[in-house]
C-alpha cells in the first residue's frame, strides 16, 4: 500500500523479553502524552482486533497437543499483525494519532525467526507483506537479563505462564541476542533501555525520546 505519504501520525513499537516491563511503560507514557494534548492508540501483538485476540488466544493458551509448529506460528503472527495494520494502525496514522504498539514486526524476526531458527528470508518477506508502509518511527527495546526475565515471570503469580514464558533457558537467550543484533543493525530505528534500571528512570528517557520524535 502506497499510504505513508498520508501518515501525520508515528507508530512506536516497544520490545523487550517476557517480563522487561514493556507494558508498564506504555501506560505511562501513554498518559504522559495525553495529558500533553496528543492523541494516543494503545494496542498490542497479537491482538489489537477482533480476529487479532481470537488468534491470541490460540497462540498463547494452545495446549501440548496442539502442536503449532514454528512456520504455522509465524503465520498466525503476522495474520495478526496484518489486520492490526489495516484495521487500526493505518487508520490511526492518517489521522495523525500516536500509536503505541507493545511488539510489532521485531519480535517476529526475533522469537520465530532467531529463537524458533526460521530462514531470515521468509520472515522478513512475510513482516513487509504484513506491515506494508506501516514502519515504526522509533523502536523501544527494554533489555533485561535471561535470570532477569525468568524472575519476573515467575514473579507473575495471578496468571499462569503462556506458551512463551514456559520456553527453555536456551530460547530466552537465543531472543535476547536476536533483540540486541537487531538494535546493532538498525541503530536509527532501535533505542536500547536497561529494563533493570528504576522505572521512574526509564519513563523519562522514553519520553524524552519520543518527544524528541513528534
Do not use: W
Not at 498520508?6 to 517480563?19: A, H, N, P, R
Not at 503505541?100 to 524458533?116: F, I, K, N
Not at 527495546?141 to 512463551?164: A, F, G, H, N, T
Amino acid at each position: 500500500m502506497t499510504q505513508a505519504d498520508t501518515f501525520t501520525g508515528k507508530l512506536f513499537t516497544f520490545e523487550g523479553s517476557e517480563g522487561s516491563g514493556k507494558s508498564t511503560q506504555i501506560e505511562l507514557l501513554a498518559d504522559e502524552l495525553a495529558g500533553m494534548g496528543h492523541e494516543v492508540v494503545v494496542t498490542r501483538e497479537p491482538g489489537g482486533t477482533e480476529l487479532g485476540e481470537q488468534i491470541r488466544h490460540l497462540l498463547i493458551h494452545s495446549t501440548e497437543e496442539t502442536k503449532i509448529t514454528p512456520e504455522a506460528e509465524l503465520l498466525l503472527f503476522a495474520a495478526s499483525r496484518a489486520q492490526l495494520v489495516r484495521e487500526l494502525i493505518y487508520p490511526s496514522l492518517k489521522e495523525g494519532k500516536i500509536v503505541l504498539c507493545d511488539r510489532y514486526l521485531d519480535s517476529t524476526t526475533v522469537y520465530q525467526g532467531a529463537a524458533r531458527s526460521i530462514s531470515s528470508d521468509p520472515v522478513s518477506f512475510i513482516n513487509q507483506f504484513a506491515v506494508g508502509s506501516a514502519v515504526p518511527a522509533l523502536t523501544f527495546i527494554l533489555d533485561v537479563s535471561v535470570e532477569e526475565s525468568v524472575k519476573r515471570v515467575k514473579q507473575r503469580v495471578s496468571d499462569l505462564p503462556d506458551r512463551m514464558e514456559q520456553e527453555n533457558i536456551d530460547f530466552y537467550n537465543k531472543v535476547r541476542e536476536g533483540y540486541l543484533l537487531l538494535a546493532r543493525s538498525l541503530p536509527g530505528r532501535f533505542h536500547v533501555i536497561d529494563g533493570t534500571r528504576k522505572k521512574a528512570s526509564i519513563q523519562e528517557e522514553i519520553l524524552k525520546t519520543v518527544l524528541s520524535h513528534i
